[in-house]
């Protein structure tokens, strides 16, 4: 789904000055006093002072930075699943990419960071892939890591991990407020949460008349040969679902589990939700090769989502708990108004 929003200026302005105005703190929020000391992912975290030489693991947390200001900020990125959020194009150029996927310890250790931001627990975590929290707080190296993938959710027995409570967008809004504090940009932080609350407003007025009506299954990838990994109901996708009024075909807990065409075909969704990404680990990654699979597939190709070709592509951002959830919900939104399933 590569869609175009488009929203009147004017009205648009107009809508954020009445949201922002009503935020409390937006006379001015308060400065941040350092040392500041913040309760992250079950552990207690302190920087001394702003930072200014900040390693980003994790595109989604990078682009929280990017949207805050404070790229200037940061020099180093990793852990990269398709192009830059719109606009900031250029602003990401001059950041040196340590790697697409996994970075090595040396490589971030060797960008001098003063504080390192993480978006998943399974590159810096318990089980990091990168390394443990503790190596970088062994020199003095404090670690921040999403809310949105430990709150609620339990890292430890696979890298996709189990999310036991639902996903919701405030665990992403806290998460702008705590880099928005850290970097004593908060007023800044107050915008952009606004911004992304009036633009989910818009998306679920759209599709308002097909409440109850839908259901899907949310495609991120195949391994070769294997069951397609789907997205749980209690993660991003989940979220999006709900916010539109979709059913969710698949009920688990497990954040992207694996579940056989035969089932998904026995459950036959209204429609299909395929990931589109630049990243290359698995054979459908894909967009164009999960396309050819629903063709050819003697299971899938009998489905009437794809007969009928019900069969949406977004961002594979949009569906891991990020920013660009909401452009998930708004790209859904247009595809499912275009293809007349609000009726």
Known sequence: MKTI?????????????LIVAGLPGQAGAAETSYP????????????????????????????????????DKVVGTALWVGPVLKGYE?????????????????????KKPDI????FQWQVGPEGVVAKPEQFEELGIPVYTSPS???????????????????????????IRDL???YNVQDKGEEVVADLKQREAAARAKVASAQGKLSAVFWFSSAKDADPYVAGRNGAPGYIMSALGIKNIIETDDEWPTVGWETIAKANPSMIVAAAMERRRYPLDSAEAKRKFLEKDPV????????????????????NPTIRTIEGIEALADAIA?????Q
């Open 338 to 342: 275009a293809a007349g399933l609000t």
């Open 149 to 175: 993938d430990c709150i609620g959710k339990e890292n430890s027995a696979a890298s996709d991990g189990i999310r036991h409570q639902v996903f919701t967008m405030d665990l992403v809004y806290q998460e």
């Open 300 to 319: 899938a190709s009998l489905m009437p989502a794809v007969k009928s070709g019900h069969v949406f592509e977004m961002d594979a951002q949009a569906m």
């Open 36 to 71: 500041l000391t913040l309760q992250n992912c079950g552990q207690q975290i302190t920087i001394q002072k702003v930072p200014s030489r900040t390693v980003s693991i994790g595109q989604s947390t990078t682009e929280i930075l990017y949207r805050l200001g404070v790229a």
């Open 5 to 17: 929003f488009k929203r009147p200026l004017r009205a648009g302005l107009f809508a954020m000055s």
């Open 180 to 182: 928005a504090k850290i």
């Open 90 to 110: 250029d602003v990401n150029a001059k950041i040196e990419r340590l790697a697409d996927n996994d970075p090595s310890f040396e490589s971030v250790v060797g």
């Open 116 to 119: 390192v931001t993480v978006q």
